[in-house]
């Protein structure tokens, strides 16, 4: 019997990827995690900087890597691309970053990954489902980021609007990772208990849609929620721990939306997806999501035309 080793590549070494190979690196999340950037010399200094403080850290191997490296890796994570610029939305990217997810996802096809593909990169929705036409995975295998990040932005400032921690705070963002995000505030509650909604914790919905721009604004990019939330969908794939997370995938007749990448709850496990979960939607929460999945489906067959 040999005993298999797990390796999570991460293409894109930029503030995202860094991150992440760091959170994923400092929790020993697999044996071996490996950078990929179009700048090499960077991931080999990345690494380098992460290597030398090894005696530090557990068993979890860091290194530079090649495309060579994805045939055998269980996770790929895509951050590569631009980033959002100050007042830029993250439809903004587009034009330029659907060159980049192509250009990965062919190479990945070439090199025979066949592990589970997760993509980070802006626009996500959009770019997940490039990455899921041309690799030829099936779409199990390949997974938006999605809202996972806006429904723990939603559940932190919740949190401090309503005096508990945001972990017993249950709520969720659905929809697009971007400005039409849809907040399901008829299933809020805390402890099992359904939540009065204030004009005041009303406002927690603009700022959950805004708390990128805001970060974009302060420090020029965000990074560490995204990092623990890519780390959160490695750990529940890699345990095979069936976490419901908001992460993007190709819906299938959801609240009579179809074809298209966008976020609803999903159980996540070895196999990548391994269920949807159908949320009750007031009447308004079906509306704005299905416009949502509208806006979406019309930008992704505008990508690849
Ligand atoms: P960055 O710091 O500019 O890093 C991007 C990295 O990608 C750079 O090191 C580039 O050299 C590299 N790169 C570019 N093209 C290629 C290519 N073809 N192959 C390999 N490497 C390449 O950007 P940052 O890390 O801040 O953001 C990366 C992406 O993540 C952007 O699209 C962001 O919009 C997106 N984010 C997504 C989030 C989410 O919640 N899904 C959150 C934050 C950022």
């Known amino acids: 019997m040999t005993i298999r080793l797990t390796r999570i590549v991460i293409i894109g070494v930029g503030s995202v990827g860094t991150a992440t190979a760091y959170t994923l690196y400092l929790r020993e999340r697999a044996s071996e995690v490996v950078l990929i950037d179009a700048d090499m010399q960077k991931a080999e200094g990345e690494a380098l900087d ?36 100050p007042g830029q939305s993250r439809i903004d990217l587009l034009v330029k970053n659907i060159q980049v997810i192509q250009d990965i996802s062919f190479k990945l096809k070439q090199y025979g990954f066949n592990g589970i593909l997760i993509v980070a990169s802006n626009p996500v929705d959009i770019l ?49 990772h971007g400005d039409t995000q849809v907040h399901i505030w008829s299933s809020l509650n805390v402890g099992g208990v359904q939540v009065p909604i204030s004009e005041r914790i009303r406002g927690v919905e603009d700022h959950t849609r805004r708390a990128a721009y805001e970060l974009i604004e302060h420090k020029g990019y965000t990074n560490y929620g995204i990092a623990l939330v890519l780390d959160a969908i490695c750990e529940a794939i890699l345990q095979d721990k069936h976490t419901v997370l908001t992460v993007s995938t190709k819906v299938a007749e959801y609240h009579g939306v179809s074809d298209v990448y966008l976020s609803v709850p999903c159980v996540i496990g070895v196999r990548g997806i391994e269920r949807v979960i159908e949320v009750p939607m007031s009447d308004m929460e079906e509306r704005v999501f299905q416009e949502s999945a509208k806006h979406l489906y019309n930008a992704t067959r505008e990508a690849i035309r």
């Not at 005696?55 to 691309?81: F, H, L, S």
């Not at 779409?139 to 309503?162: A, H, K, M, N, Q």
């Open 50 to 85: 992460m290597q030398h403080g090894s005696i530090y850290c557990g068993g979890t191997k860091i290194r530079a890597g090649t495309y060579e490296d994805c045939a055998t890796a269980d996770i790929v994570i895509v951050t590569a691309g631009v980033a959002q610029r």
């Open 128 to 176: 997940s489902y490039v990455a899921w036409y041309i690799s030829g995975l099936p779409s199990e295998r390949v997974i938006g980021s999605g809202t996972v990040l806006d429904s723990l932005r939603f559940r932190y400032y919740l949190g401090r609007e309503l005096g508990v921690d945001p972990g017993s705070v249950h709520a969720q963002v659905l929809g697009e």
